[in-house]
């Protein structure tokens, strides 16, 4: 779901906006969108609620990540009887004119596929930022 919409108290705004941050403080360029997904019923199916999208655009294609945007989704899970609810990972994908050129996710093997990759110090930047993330929205999130 958009961040923007999932923005709902102080404490989660407040860790939205601390991933935009880190985010812009490893690559400067990029413009951060918190409302990434279309307002159509079409899409609105394919949104998943339980979690916090983000776009990330750079000013033109980026070599260095293989993509010209990022869509970055932080995943979540409700425990049904604790009701406790946990930063179970983060999924990202860059895309370009072409479509989606890759996919990376915590969620699943750490492991970066498709067809054209970004570059390993890039790759590297963006499991650390992933780490940082899952770390954030686990401290004290409700």
């Not at 941050?21 to 360029?29: G, I």
Request: net charge negative; aromatic share 12%; charged share 30%.
């Amino acid at each position: 779901m958009n961040a923007a919409e999932q923005a709902k108290n102080l404490e989660l705004t407040s860790k939205i906006a601390a991933v935009v941050n880190l985010f812009k403080s490893e690559f400067p360029d990029v413009r951060s969108d918190l409302k990434p997904w279309t307002n159509d019923p079409d899409t609105r199916s394919l949104v998943d609620p339980d979690s916090i999208d983000i776009g990330f655009h750079f000013p033109g294609r980026s070599r260095a990540f293989q993509s010209r945007s990022i869509l970055l989704q932080i995943r979540f899970y409700e425990d049904p009887v604790s009701g406790e609810r946990r930063a179970i990972g983060v999924e990202a994908a860059g895309y370009d004119h072409q479509g989606q050129q890759w996919r990376f996710s915590t969620v699943e093997n750490w492991r970066f596929v498709g067809a054209s990759e970004p570059a390993i110090e890039v790759k590297e930047k963006l499991k650390y930022f992933c780490r940082e993330i899952v770390e954030l929205f686990n401290r004290g999130l409700a």
